[in-house]
């Protein structure tokens, strides 16, 4: 990466023409609603971006009459919003405190997401935080579902006298056709750890970690009942290469610095502020002052 490269993907100069930028526009309006707040102009730009939202909304563009109303609708908002900020109405408003706070928001948010991360950052990233993308434990098995419903206190004995059946079984039977009706398959492929507990529940998910593949065994408990079960394949968890996750680790990587860009912004602006903190009376304590840091 070269010199420039670098300077440009500096944080530091993000904030410099963030704040420029919002400078620069807060100026400009100020200086129209100063000089002519009593004139409402719907530039040509205004007209096109009105007809553009159209176009979009509805796959094709208004009509003379549609345009009129479109540009009306407008005029009556920019007159209704004057109005509205004359009287104050914006004032308090938690609604419109919050709205002015998700834009701001967002608009640093833009500016962290200006440029795309490179492969020896998504890389560090990723090393950083491996149990965010890691693999978990996959499992190919079959099971033979004993009923306790059906089978009562014999459902154990049952299933231990199916199990000395199966021995030596390459597991090429019939799981359905040995034990009872179960709605859930019979047969699983790859299934996260995860999945597997959500399936059958915590105590069936461990068990199954720790069975010896290439053979039935059992009896496990389930929430259902009881299973006797063939583990076929099992792998262990693995941090992917980044190649096979470069989607997912470029996402989190951007959400990451969005946070990390809005925080610092945030510290930067509070610096402008004295933060005068006024305890309530039940507390027992004089008001707090406190200098943003």
Do not use: C
């Amino acid at each position: 990466m070269t010199r420039l490269q670098k300077i440009l993907r500096e944080p530091l100069l993000h904030f410099l023409m963030l704040g420029a930028g919002i400078f620069v526009l807060f100026g400009a309006v100020g200086d129209v609603r100063d000089e002519k707040s009593d004139r409402i102009v719907v530039s040509a730009g205004k007209i096109e971006n009105l007809v553009e939202l159209w176009r979009r909304t509805w796959q094709r563009p208004p009509t003379p009459q549609e345009l009129e109303g479109l540009i009306e609708d407008h005029i009556k908002e920019e007159v209704l919003y004057r109005e509205a900020l004359a009287l104050g109405l914006d004032q308090d408003d938690t609604i419109i405190r919050r709205r002015l706070r998700q834009k701001m928001e967002f608009l640093v948010e833009e500016v962290a997401a200006a440029g795309e991360p490179t492969e020896a950052e998504l890389q560090v990233f990723l090393e950083k935080n491996p149990d965010a993308f890691r693999v978990p434990p996959l499992v190919t098995f079959s099971h033979i579902y004993l009923s306790r419903d059906r089978r009562g206190a014999s459902v154990h004995r049952d299933a231990e006298r199916l199990r000395i059946r199966l021995v030596g079984s390459t597991g090429r039977v019939d799981p359905a056709a040995l034990g009872d009706p179960f709605l859930l398959p019979h047969d699983f492929k790859a299934l996260p750890e995860y999945e597997v507990v959500k399936l059958f529940g915590r105590e069936f998910g461990a068990r199954l970690l720790d069975l010896e593949p290439g053979r039935w065994t059992g009896p496990v408990e389930s929430g259902y009942g009881v299973h006797l079960v063939f583990i076929r394949e099992r792998t262990e968890p693995q941090t992917p290469e980044l190649a096979d996750v470069r989607d997912a680790v470029s996402r989190e990587w951007l959400a990451a610095r969005r946070r990390e860009v809005n925080a610092a912004f945030l510290r930067r602006l509070r610096e402008k502020y004295t933060v005068i903190v006024e305890e309530p009376e039940w507390a027992g304590r004089g008001p707090k002052t406190a200098e943003a840091r």
